[in-house]
T-cell receptor, first 113, second 117 residues
Framework: AQSVTQPDIHITVSEGASLELRCNYS??????LFWYVQSPGQGLQLLLK??????LVQGIKGFEAEFKRSQSSFNLRKPSVHWSDAAEYFC???????????FGPGTRLSVLP | DVKVTQSSRYLVKRTGEKVFLECVQD?????MFWYRQDPGLGLRLIYF???????EKGDIPEGYSVSREKKERFSLILESASTNQTSMYLC????????????????FGSGTRLTVV
């Protein structure tokens, strides 16, 4: 069965510091991988996605993620965090075809001034 | 700007009431989804639909039903609301239906925070 884990429930970083959010997945076929962000009281917004090819993908708002097949990971990174990045971040995995995802439990990011 | 619109941001209902949550998308998407989001549990799929008048149960369909009479609208129905249905409800849509099209991800609405008292 497919599953997604995000080991960190809550992370706090200082503004300007670098960020890495972890995501591990279990999936029987080639996965399609996604990161979403949810600002307080809002729906989810797609940050980036990985389908195939270059394992380092760039997204919106200065985020990037790296797919590592050997580690079944798809970690999200940002070199310098801004206060507006405070939000909850969800990793998700889906099939190449077929429209259902499995979402991770989310990681809440707090940013200190 | 394409969007998924959920009719209410906040709702307060009484136990036993029949509750309708409405979702409309303007992207001509075939697929529509209803999730509930609870702290510590993440997003859990309630129901989804691949086409008009089609519906499929997700992981937690008990106590809910859905209706999709038009392609752009997907309604979630709580037949008799209970306090354990207090939650954030998120609607989403995507391309594809039952066709073999690549999975490009969802577009989400802003959510409806439902409180059942």
């Amino acid at each position: 069965a497919q599953s997604v884990t995000q080991p960190d429930i809550h992370i706090t970083v200082s503004e300007g510091a670098s960020l890495e959010l972890r995501c591990n997945y279990s999936y029987g076929a080639t996965p399609y991988l996604f990161w979403y962000v949810q600002s307080p009281g809002q729906g989810l917004q797609l940050l980036l996605k990985y389908f195939s090819g270059d394992t380092l993908v760039q997204g919106i708002k200065g985020f990037e993620a790296e797919f590592k097949r050997s580690q079944s990971s798809f970690n999200l990174r940002k070199p310098s965090v801004h206060w507006s990045d405070a939000a909850e971040y969800f990793c998700a995995v889906g099939a190449r075809y077929g429209q259902n995802f499995v979402f991770g439990p989310g990681t809440r990011l707090s940013v200190l001034p | 700007d394409v969007k998924v619109t959920q009719s209410s941001r906040y709702l307060v209902k009484r136990t036993g009431e029949k509750v309708f949550l409405e979702c409309v998308q303007d992207m001509d998407h075939e697929n529509m989804f209803w999730y509930r989001q609870d702290p510590g549990l993440g997003l859990r799929l309630i129901y989804f639909s691949y086409d008009v008048k089609m519906k499929e149960k997700g992981d937690i369909p008990e106590g809910y039903s859905v209706s999709r009479e038009k392609k752009e609208r997907f309604s979630l129905i709580l037949e008799s609301a209970s306090t354990n249905q207090t939650s954030m409800y998120l609607c989403a849509s995507s391309f594809g239906g039952l066709r073999q099209v690549p999975n490009y991800g969802y577009t989400f609405g802003s959510g409806t925070r439902l409180t059942v008292v």
